[in-house]
């Protein structure tokens, strides 16, 4: 795909900066890791111009852009940084799957992407949501579980999800036709 700064800036900068703040100290750090992330994603599509994945590619960027800051500040000892280098072994979860996590939810159609971006990403009640998009509470969490459902087919139809021997989630793509 090609790079085009503004719209990947424009698409993902929202949740890479909650992706940041779980990570980073306060909203100082918050700050300058965002814009060496952008720093990054500008000097690299202007050289290349070319990225395959976007999203795993803007999150292994974010990730890799945390270790290095807080390498270079000397504000962290050893053990916060293999903390940071891991993949939240306290979440219990690969990043991959956040990044699929998020791949499938925006391929859903809108009636039931929507919904539940407000309700499992945002994490805001299901009452107020209802209010917000005009719906009846009952259409509402109707709309809720179905996209649940419907995200559950696709991450049993592209791949696996499976522990891996410290107890993390991890999620392999076995379908080419997924990784779209």
């Known amino acids: ?11 993902y900068q929202s949740n890479l900066k909650s992706y940041v703040r779980k990570r980073a100290f306060n909203e100082s750090d918050v700050n ?12 690299y599509c202007e050289t290349k111009n070319n990225v ?6 803007i999150y292994r960027i974010t990730q890799n852009t945390i270790i290095d800051f807080y390498k270079k500040s000397k504000r962290i000892s050893h053990v916060d940084l293999e903390y940071l280098q891991l993949q939240d072994p306290q979440d219990g979860y690969d990043e991959n799957i956040y990044v699929w996590l998020h791949n499938f939810i925006d391929n859903l159609p809108t009636e039931y992407a929507v919904p539940l971006k407000l309700s499992d990403i945002e994490g805001k009640p299901q009452k107020k949501i209802a209010e917000q998009l005009g719906l009846t509470l009952t259409a509402t969490k109707s709309r809720i579980q179905r996209a649940r459902k ?9 791949g696996m999800v499976e522990f891996s021997e410290n107890q993390w989630l991890s999620y392999t793509v076995t379908k080419a036709c997924c990784l779209r």
């Open 32 to 43: 300058d890791i965002m814009q060496s992330v952008l720093i990054k994603i500008t000097d």
């Open 1 to 11: 795909m090609k790079c085009d700064i503004y719209k990947i800036w424009e698409n």
């Open 52 to 57: 395959e994945y976007i999203k795993a590619w």
């Open 150 to 158: 419907k995200l559950r087919e696709k991450f049993d139809e592209c």
